[in-house]
T-cell receptor
Framework: RKEVEQDPGPFNVPEGATVAFNCTYS??????FFWYRQDCRKEPKLLMS???SGNEDGRFTAQLNRASQYISLLIRDSKLSDSATYLC??????????FGTGTSLTVIP | EAQVTQNPRYLITVTGKKLTVTCSQN?????MSWYRQDPGLGLRQIYY???????DKGDVPEGYKVSRKEKRNFPLILESPSPNQTSLYFC??????????????FGPGTRLTVL
């Protein structure tokens, strides 16, 4: 079983739409959680860390449910520039990182 | 400019011919790591290093070696490459403490093809 699983999509949404990505992790000992963004064939870049209390950064909201081992990312008012692959990541205390396979998003004009 | 550099960016080689992919960072980060990215499998951690002379296996270390003799460099060595090591490789670095210790900074990637 993969450590981190996420729906690969693709998600094709119109500009201005709200879209949600979900992710589950299998290791209950995982300590830190993140969403990374990866543009085609380029290096991943941190979008946001995910905290138990939930956190928001502009149009992006991340949630963590430790009981269900579930992480989510909500993007409001989608922009064309949001088109990318979004990677869900879980890390243990030993600094080992586990990436999901990514969810592809295309925002359509 | 803070950056992580990888060389070469593209490499085509043949089975069994030893190769090294270099990774260098100028951010004075303690932590460095290597990943490979394959379609349908995502990024998988190969090795990581918490400091000079300290390295640990990640999820998929078989067929790879690393060394950390200097803080800024973390080369990935394939002693006898095989076609199943054809992949996109990323080096990453991060702090181990401080306000931004969560964020990994990735290099631009090295696309390796083993024939």
């Amino acid at each position: 079983r993969k450590e981190v699983e996420q729906d690969p999509g693709p998600f094709n949404v119109p500009e201005g739409a709200t879209v949600a990505f979900n992710c589950t992790y299998s290791n209950s000992a995982s300590q830190s959680f993140f969403w990374y963004r990866q543009d085609c064939r380029k290096e991943p870049k941190l979008l946001m860390s995910v905290y138990s209390s939930g956190n928001e950064d502009g149009r992006f909201t991340a949630q963590l449910n430790r009981a269900s081992q579930y992480i989510s990312l909500l993007i409001r008012d989608s922009k064309l520039s949001d088109s990318a692959t979004y990677l869900c990541v879980a890390a243990n205390t030993g600094n080992q990182f586990y990436f999901g396979t990514g969810t592809s998003l295309t925002v359509i004009p | 400019e803070a950056q992580v550099t990888q060389n070469p960016r593209y490499l085509i080689t043949v089975t069994g011919k030893k190769l090294t992919v270099t990774c260098s960072q100028n951010m004075n980060h303690e932590y460095m790591s290597w990943y490979r990215q394959d379609p349908g499998l995502g990024l998988r951690q190969i090795y990581y290093s918490m400091n000079v002379e300290v390295t640990d296996k990640g999820d998929v270390p078989e067929g790879y070696k690393v060394s950390r003799k200097e803080k800024r460099n973390f080369p990935l060595i394939l002693e006898s490459p095989s076609p199943n090591q054809t992949s996109l490789y990323f080096c990453a670095t991060k702090e181990l403490a401080g306000a931004s210790y969560n964020e990994q900074f990735f290099g631009p990637g090295t696309r390796l093809t083993v024939l």
